[in-house]
Nanobody, 128 residues
Framework: QVQVAESGGGLVHTGDSLTLSCAVA????????MAWFRQAPGKEREFVAA??????????ADSVKDRFAISRGSGQNTNTVDLHMNRLKSEDTGVYYC???????????????????WGPGTQVTVSS
């Protein structure tokens, strides 16, 4: 059974930085594509960032690409992923979800329907 868990959410102010962490446990978890999605109040859940199994390829939503960075642990920690969020804005407020899936050719990394494993989410609130 695959388990995904996020940590690191909280209340920050505009312009602050915050790092979210995600750990996935289960068979072959070190091979998973891992991604972050977020859902703002009253809005649909949206893609934020993704990283492949060895950290060699990353992708970002346009709204965060110059401010957020996704990274993956190395060695025995390749099943962990961090999302480093800088210059936070009020519109970054929402519940952030970590998702994982096995690498599948031609599967868009920003397509949430292709991720079978999800964490419960962690709240990020950016106050002005």
């Amino acid at each position: 059974q695959v388990q995904v868990a996020e940590s690191g959410g909280g209340l920050v102010h505009t312009g602050d930085s915050l790092t979210l962490s995600c750990a996935v446990a289960g068979p072959t978890s070190s091979l998973y594509v891992m991604a972050w999605f977020r859902q703002a109040p009253g809005k649909e859940r949206e893609f934020v960032a993704a990283i492949n199994w060895n950290g060699g390829r990353t992708s970002y939503a346009d709204s965060v690409k110059d401010r957020f960075a996704i990274s993956r642990g190395s060695g025995q920690n390749t099943n962990t992923v961090d999302l480093h969020m800088n210059r936070l804005k009020s519109e970054d407020t929402g519940v952030y979800y970590c998702a994982a899936r096995l690498p599948v050719s031609n599967a868009p990394e920003n397509d949430q329907s292709r991720y079978p494993y999800w964490g419960p989410g962690t709240q990020v609130t950016v106050s002005s």
